[in-house]
């Protein structure tokens, strides 16, 4: 149950449920912090099985992209939100535009984007009812497909973690086990390719499997339970959460992880435990960040050359995040925490002076 100590525990400002009978809305949009700006975050649709599980989700979710933009340098918030229902079946205009409408009504602290199971199409619906939407069409301005971004940023924390390690960020040569060849897999092999390294990958979709042997045509395809155990310089986990487990960690080789999956590690103690095994691990929430940054300069007019000059700045502060953890004897993922902790505490404090700077940053534009 949804109660005001989870929300206090978890640090929620607000939780919002919208309801509209006509089409079948059934919709949760969680505000968790908005110290640096309005609340980023896409929506998720997906049949939970209760609706505890839907706020469970929201919750968890909005609470991660505020350290996300946080960590990330963004003068944004963190929030999300979930629609309730089977995207093959309950999505409609009437569902979208209605949807739209609350956004509004919330006048600017929740911004949405496309999350699992949200189109361009939806966005388009949603986008004639509220300003208060990214990852719009490009002809509306929009910032269009932010997987080749989310990959840019990967391969920059990559880089990073071949400059501690190997003391350079060249890839030639380095052999990469890359586990999902989706959206982000597929442009991260690309650029792996052009860089001459090794990729070994796995996924358990046909078509993708194709499409990413025509962007890394030097790659060769493995089987998944095989992936854990490629003697590699980076496992890249690209598909799945959690993928970093008792299970799992005895058996990497690698001497890097770092790839665009959420939630890599299943528990915090895991990030310890690669450590004391010498294994670097790059932060997830900072180096999968790309797809944020390059749809949080959509209201400021996007365009290619600045979203890269964004995306390459996870770089240097997934350097930053290394120096902390070794100074403080703390894993990479409390060190994540600490200074995304440490900014929104920062600004918390000086907010009064500067809220008036910090609304001028997202005027929102018309919506159609
Ligand atoms: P996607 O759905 O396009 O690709 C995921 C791929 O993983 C698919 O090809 C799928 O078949 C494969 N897969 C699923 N289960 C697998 C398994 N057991 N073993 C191997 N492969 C498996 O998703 P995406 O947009 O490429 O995102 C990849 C990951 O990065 C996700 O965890 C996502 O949450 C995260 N992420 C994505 C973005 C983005 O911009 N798309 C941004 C931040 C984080």
New binding site residues.
Partial sequence: MLTFEKLYSMGHEEVVFFSDSSCNLKAIIAIHNTTLGPALGGTRMWPYASEEDAIYDVLRLSRGMTYKAAISGLDLGGGKAVIIGDPKQDKSEALFRSYGRFIESLNGRYITAED?NIGVEDIEHIYTETSNVCGVAKMHGGSG???P???LGVLRGMEACLVKVYGDRSLDGKVVAL????????HLGEMLHKRNAKVYF????EK??EE?KTMCPSSEFVD?EQ?YDIPCDIYA?????A?VNDNTIGRLTCKIVA?????QLQEDNHGMELKKRDILYAP??LI?????M?VSIEFEGWNDGKARRMVDTIFDTTLKIFEMSDEKNISVNQATDLMAEKRLESIRNIKSSYLGNVKHRFPGRKSR
């Fill in positions: 699992v497909n932010p997987s971004y989310t990959a586990q999902g060849a989706g959206s982000v897999g597929r796995t996924d358990i979709n993708n499997i990413f998944v992936i986990p690209c598909a799945l959460g993928t790839g665009a999956a959420n939630n997830d929430y999968n960040a790309g797809g944020l390059n």
